[in-house]
């Protein structure tokens, strides 16, 4: 979004002085980009990220109960049906639009990179088509919640296999795990807690769902959590620390309390009240951590802030008389960006981690919604016999994404500034 | 420097008076009814009658009605509270009467205890489990960070930060799950115990055994809180000995020939702890955070435990007095590291 | 050197943190033990005093009576259709102990409680945890027999029931006291009665009952009158049980704040002690044998309850022999109570109490949804309870046709549960007017037929029944939202009827008492008939049973009343759980009654005592 804007901080860090702004092509974040994609497992840690998103949009045609096609013979002759895109939700489908949204975006960037010459033009046009994808995206989704209503699906994979077995249909395609998310062995067979098997790779939880679906369902929980808790956690903290920073002395002090607040309070703890007294459905739990986590940003933003605004162009660009949102977010916010971006993508590691800690505790998000921590609590819970197989997966999915961010945001940090040395 | 200090002072009270405040704007407007786990046990309930006279009487407790049960004003709410939870008292000091302030943290609704009863129970478990980890994660994260910032660069360098980030990165319910899944269960190793802080009979115990005791049933437990600790300090340990080595003292130490071992035992070292003053205050959030999923799974009675117990119970007396009493600690510990750090450190200006 | 800190400094700074670290707990844990020393010494001192003051110590049965001529228990009617029942013996077990050859008396008996209680002072206890502390320390007028179920007097010598004139007569024994050797007196009784009556004692539910009591009085210093305002099936129950008989020398307050305010005043006439100061905060509780117990003399030196609420340790503490019984989790109890070595050295009890309380669907019945009692039968027969029990409950639970437990003279036995039959339902549902609409949802007069269901947060247990049911709904085209809530919120939202329906457990009783739940009365205010069940036919019944006295005549009346909340089916009867409990295998006579194990009966013989 503030690609843009960025000319001024090749001029304005004073961390990067060797950047030559005029030069064509070597921008600051082109020369970061490259020393960022330097390191293999920047690479390896970004391309686990892409996968999970990935697999968040489309989780639905690879692991689902309908097939994706389906032949029933009927009077007048066989009917193809394709039950698994008949029953796509709301949500899947607005996740499918959104990431169409991004691929078009991409796009549209990179032509512009080589369509366009003029810098400023090529940001403007950027800018432009970001806007418009947007809109159309927000429209579409709302459309889409508004009138697809919420059917639903009452097949699954057993009754489907029990159609095909009795003729009733055959030349059935399924996706790869031919399970959805809740859908439930017989429970009079008792085939709970099972050891991985052909039929569940993963094996099976509690009441005899697929572990492997459950798994991955859960990403859309990791990716919605990290994305949206951490937006919610810019806009409040950049907001908090740019005002701070700029106006320092009393709304700086002021502000400093307010953070020393919610830092003193220790963020578990605080989650842990909210959750437990404001509820405890997804969307509240992203607001949650969203409210408690913005201190770190807020702090990062002043400090930078209080920087800026002792420089000469800040001092120029007041006195031409720009309005106060925008000399703070469009003139000093994108110099003061570098630290803020890296803050946030450990702020996403760490919600995560909250959200499968809360999850863990059985104060997560609300079942039946599958979550890495909840299936890693029905691991061990009953604790008096341990299902390794069941704890295994979603452990190591956790670690595995927020290791990724971590690596990333150490990534980040490291070509953003390579002396490392910042100390809160 | 006294000012410096009576200022830091000085400015801890509005954000203590910022943390009741929201302590108890969140709880208060919480839906539901206020009342402890009484009203509870498993999902059982009690008759109607006798549970909504409880309520009352909960609500009563806490301020919110008054003894007729009409609403009171929520600003007058939380005058009533502040003022109850801090009330001037009198001490005598050998005979003399001096004035001072009591902190009464009320009642908790499920142990029908005293609150700072509770807490005085529960917080030395607590911290002594946090300093044991702190301890451990300084022991092995600062020499880790020296040894990076010497080999700057070298394998050791980025195969300790690639150790120490995963480490960072592994998820404690994941870890906590698995030692106890393998190493306190019968079905595969029964090392360790599952839970508790001791055997149920101590009774009998020399003080060996009972140390030996303590620690066998502390070691999964601090595993699990020291193993994350190392990347933040170790990282912060590098960076601030590279800064010194940079340093003309440095750059002249070398000029003399020493040896970089000496120089950066001798010399450097000591500027490079001063970082981590600072820090020593900022990882107590997280471990006093931390503390509630360990304590949980574990079956630990500390703080973490008490806190996590209050919130299902909505036992909103302890909620609120845990709350207010790790953002305390937090805000002492910050406290006195800056202090310690202003002394330590001459350079530090007390603007 | 002057001031430079440098790394040896450091080091040697870990070295005296540590060394000042161990130094510090070590002198705590010295005090500990210099602590333990002198509970110890004063303990010994105590009994000396004891000695020289020559307290008898009695051998076997202190209540040996006249030798030969063995008094007569008596039961019979009265004039007025009640009941004189005379127990002239000081009473004891059923499956009395002392017989046996192997019958030796001493050892302790270690139990655990899943949490520390808060409150063990009489009728301020406020869990469970309180309420066992508190059994061996207080009696009460009368007892159930556990064998029999019937009412035996206890602390009195009879009882005497008058059902005309709504009043109940208690005589109490002659040779009974209180742990201090005061004599137990009707003050005493009225006492007990009046502290709980008091207004501001934080006894609500049990004020909630004795509120039916119009007075007790005394008539001489061994008889009490206690007169009921009106007819009530459970009179004798509520006279005679419900109140433990505390000492009024001990326990007279001027405040209500100040009986409030103690959490461990807990002194009775029981066969037990309780003393504050052994109660160690966090630890365990231990209660000492009361050796001027007027009773039976009980088998076990000392009682004492620990606390560990995590399972898995408890049960690892029970497989040391660190604690002698615990209650298992049900896969706990599965694991273990098919493995040949546990069984070798431990018991293993599976038992149905009477009064194990049952879990429930609740449909709130002012929903449109939920109007009809063909939708709800249809409901009911879409979730497969059988399945539910056995693979969710692991069988450790048992089939329920309406609130009354299936072993209690209550339940009909003749009700056949619904049967689990999904193709009926479907049948059911169309005959309801349900149509499936083009979003696959069931549809009836523009309605959808979507609700959510109310669960507590925080149980897996119902996580995974909440499940089960939305995913069964699901195939027949009703959709379910699972709505975990925290208890409290549950509560206010049961309270304000915010809920469509609402899965929950209700405790039990030996005969239960379904006016609270299930008279259209407790469907106003803030009742606890939270679905808002009104059946004129099931009003009159219960109001009609509650005042039938005749055992039997009311038992006809409880069947009715069973068939027609079998024929409505506002609940989905769930299930009622399963007792389950392990116990060490050194404990001898130790078999379950039907209403539980009674540690009564239990001994152990003299070689396998562990404890002195």
């Known amino acids: 979004m503030f690609s843009g804007v960025l000319k001024p901080v090749m001029i304005a860090d004073p961390a990067t002085p060797a950047l030559e702004p005029r030069t064509e092509g070597v921008s600051f974040w082109q020369v970061a980009g490259r020393a960022f994609s330097r390191r293999w497992l920047n690479l390896i840690a970004c391309g686990h990220i892409a996968c999970i998103a990935l697999l968040a949009v489309f989780v639905p045609f690879i692991a689902n109960g309908h097939p994706y096609t389906i032949v029933y013979p009927t009077k007048a002759g066989h009917v193809r049906h394709w039950p698994l895109f008949a029953t796509l939700s709301a949500l899947d489908l607005c996740l499918l639009v959104i990431f169409a949204g991004a691929v078009a975006f991409a796009f549209f960037y990179r032509r512009f990179g080589r369509t366009i010459v003029d810098r400023e033009d090529r940001s403007a046009a950027r800018c432009e088509t970001l806007f418009i994808i947007m809109g159309i995206v927000m429209l579409i989704s709302g459309a889409l919640f508004y009138f697809h209503g919420s059917p639903l699906n009452p097949n699954d994979y057993r009754s489907y296999e029990a159609m095909i077995k009795e003729g009733r249909a055959s030349g059935a395609l399924f996706p790869p795990v031919h399970w959805s998310s809740s859908e439930q062995e017989p429970l009079i067979a008792n085939r709970t807690f099972e050891f991985p098997s052909a039929d569940h790779w993963l094996g099976t939880d509690g009441i005899g769902r697929d572990a492997l679906s459950r798994l991955l369902w859960s990403t859309r929980v990791v990716m919605g959590i990290g994305f949206v808790a951490e937006a919610i956690v810019l806009i409040i903290g950049i907001t908090i620390g740019a005002m701070m920073g700029y106006f320092a002395s009393k709304v700086d002090l002021l502000g400093m309390r307010l953070v020393e607040i919610f830092e003193a309070v220790p963020t578990f703890i605080l989650i842990l009240i909210f959750v437990a007294t404001y509820g405890r459905n997804i969307f509240m739990i992203m607001v949650i951590l969203g409210l408690t986590g913005w201190t770190g940003v807020a702090r990062f933003t002043r400090a930078e802030f209080l920087k800026l605004r002792k420089l000469d162009y800040v001092h120029a660009a007041i006195a031409t008389g720009l309005p106060l949102r925008r000399l703070l977010f469009r003139h000093m916010l994108p110099n003061a960006l570098t630290p803020i971006i890296v803050t946030a993508t450990f702020g996403i590691a760490g919600a995560i981690m909250s959200e499968s800690g809360l999850s863990f505790l059985g104060v997560g998000v609300e079942p039946p919604t599958p979550s890495w921590g909840a299936l890693l609590n029905e691991a061990g819970n009953p604790a008096e016999t341990f299902r390794w197989w069941l704890a295994i997966a979603p452990g190591f999915m956790i670690f595995l994404t927020v290791f990724s961010y971590n690596i990333i945001g150490e990534g980040l940090r490291d070509a953003i500034d390579p002396r490392t040395n910042r100390v809160r | 420097m006294l000012t410096y200090i009576l200022r830091r002072i000085f400015l801890m009270i509005p954000t203590l008076i910022g943390m009741t405040l929201m302590l108890f704007m969140v709880l208060r407007f919480a839906p539901g009814v206020a009342s402890g786990s009484a009203l509870s046990s498993g999902g059982e309930m009690q008759s109607s009658e006798a549970r909504n006279e409880e309520i009352r009487r909960a609500k009563e407790r806490l301020g919110m009605v008054d003894k007729n049960g009409a609403a009171i004003p929520m600003w007058k709410q939380y005058f009533v509270w502040l003022g109850k939870t801090v009330k001037i008292d009198t001490y005598s000091v050998s005979g003399v009467n001096i004035p001072g302030p009591v902190v009464d943290l009320g009642t908790s609704v499920k142990y029908r205890k005293p609150i700072v009863e509770l807490i005085k129970e529960r917080l030395p478990v607590t911290i002594s489990i946090n300093i044991i980890a702190t301890v451990i994660v300084y022991m092995i994260a600062i020499p880790g960070g020296m040894l990076s910032a010497a080999r700057r660069g070298a394998t050791f360098d980025h195969a300790w930060s690639f150790f120490t980030i995963s480490l960072y990165s592994l998820p404690v319910i994941w870890i906590g799950s698995m030692a106890i899944g393998f190493l306190a269960n019968r079905d595969y190793l029964a090392w360790f115990p599952a839970a508790g802080l001791h055997v149920t009979d101590t009774t009998s115990h020399t003080f060996f055994e009972y140390a030996m005791d303590y620690l066998w049933h502390l070691a999964l437990p601090i595993l699990v809180s020291t193993y994350g600790g190392f990347a933040y300090l170790s990282k912060q340990m590098r960076a601030s000995m590279l800064d010194n080595l940079e340093l003309d003292y440095a750059r002249t130490a070398r000029a003399k020939g020493l040896s970089g071992f000496v120089i950066a035992t001798r010399h450097v070292f000591r500027n490079s702890l001063l970082p981590l003053i600072t820090i020593a205050a900022g990882i107590i959030p997280g471990l006093l955070g931390g503390s509630v999923i360990i304590e949980t799974m574990f079956s630990i009675k500390g703080m973490g435990e008490l806190t996590y117990q209050a919130t299902l119970g909505r036992d909103l007396p302890v909620i609120q007095a845990t709350g207010l009493v790790s953002g305390a600690i937090v805000l002492i510990s910050y406290l006195i590291t800056d202090i310690c750090y202003a002394i330590a450190d001459p350079r530090v200006s007390y603007d | ?612």
Not at chain 3, 64 to 84: H, L, S
Not at chain 3, 391 to 397: A, F, G, N, P, Y
Not at chain 3, 578 to 603: C, H, M, Q
């Open chain 3, 1 to 612: 050197m002057n001031n430079r800190f440098t790394f040896k400094d450091a080091v040697f700074a870990f070295i005296l943190i540590l060394v000042l670290g161990a130094v510090i707990w070590a002198s705590a844990q010295f005090s500990r033990q210099e602590h333990r020393l002198n509970d110890v010494r004063t303990e010994l001192s105590k009994l000396n005093v004891l000695l020289a003051s020559g307290v008898r110590t009695y051998s076997t049965t202190q209540a040996e009576g006249v030798q030969g001529v063995k008094p007569v228990n008596i039961r019979r009617k009265n004039e007025q259709g009640g009941e004189y029942v005379f127990y002239p013996e000081a009473p004891t077990t059923p499956r009395e102990p002392h017989g046996f050859p192997d019958y030796a008396s001493g050892d302790w008996i270690v139990q655990n409680l899943g949490s520390e209680p808060a409150v063990v002072t009489p009728y301020i206890d406020k869990d469970a945890y309180g309420n066992e502390v508190q059994r061996p320390v207080l009696e009460t007028l009368i007892t159930r027999n556990p064998e029999t179920l019937l009412y035996e007097p206890y602390l009195a010598e009879s009882y005497e029931t008058f059902p005309k004139e709504l009043r109940y007569r208690f005589v109490l024994r002659k040779n009974i006291w209180f742990s201090d050797r005061t004599p137990i007196t009707a003050d005493d009784v009225v006492f007990s009665f009046t502290t709980v009556m008091t207004p501001g004692i934080e006894a609500d539910s049990l004020q909630s009952y004795l509120k039916k009591i119009e007075y007790v009085k005394k008539i001489d210093d061994r008889t009490i009158d206690i007169k009921l305002h009106e007819p009530y099936f459970q009179g004798l129950e509520v006279t005679g049980q419900f109140f433990e008989i505390i000492p009024q020398h001990l326990y007279a307050f001027k405040d209500v704040k100040e009986y409030n305010a103690r959490t461990d005043h807990l002194i009775g006439s029981g066969p037990y002690l309780f003393d504050p100061k052994k109660w160690e905060k966090g630890q365990q509780i231990t209660l000492v044998r009361n050796e001027n117990y007027w009773g039976t003399r009980p088998s076990f030196d000392r009682i004492v309850y620990r606390f560990i609420s995590n399972s898995q340790a408890a049960l690892q503490a029970f497989q040391n022999e660190e604690i002698d019984g615990v209650t298992p989790q049900p896969d706990q109890f599965i694991k273990f109570s098919s493995d040949p070595e546990f069984l070798k050295k431990f018991k293993v009890f599976k038992y149905q109490r009477p009064n194990a309380g049952y879990r429930y669907i609740g449909w709130n019945l002012r929903k449109p949804i939920f109007k009809d009692k063909i939708t709800r039968q249809a409901l009911t027969m879409l979730i497969d309870r059988r399945a539910i029990i056995h693979t969710i409950e692991k069988d450790l639970s048992s089939e329920i046709t309406g609130p009354f437990s299936p072993i209690v003279p209550q339940n009909d036995k003749s009700i056949q549960p619904w049967p689990y039959d999904p193709e009926g339902a479907r049948k059911k549902l169309t005959d309801a007017g349900w149509k499936l609409n083009s979003n696959d949802v069931l549809e009836r007069d523009g309605v959808e037929f979507r609700f959510s269901l109310m669960i507590p947060a925080q149980s897996s247990n119902y996580e995974q029944i909440a499940s089960y049911v939305k995913e069964q709904f699901k195939k027949v085209g009703i959709d379910v939202r699972i709505l975990p809530t925290e208890f409290s919120v549950l509560v206010d939202k049961l309270n304000n009827r915010d809920f469509d329906a609402s899965m929950l457990r209700w405790t039990g009783s030996i005969e239960g008492d379904p006016y609270q739940i299930w008279h259209s009365n407790s469907a106003k205010d803030k009742g606890s008939n939270a679905i808002g069940f009104a059946n004129a036919e099931a009003d009159k019944l219960i109001e009609d049973a509650r005042k039938e006295l005749d055992e039997e005549k009311r038992m006809v009346l409880w069947h009715k009343f069973h068939q027609i909340l079998n024929e409505e089916q506002p609940y989905v009867f769930l299930h009622t759980s399963l007792s389950t409990s392990f116990l060490n295998g050194r404990i001898k006579n130790a078999e379950p009654y039907l209403v539980g194990v009674n540690r009564d009966d239990w001994y152990v013989p003299s070689l396998q005592q562990k404890y002195r």
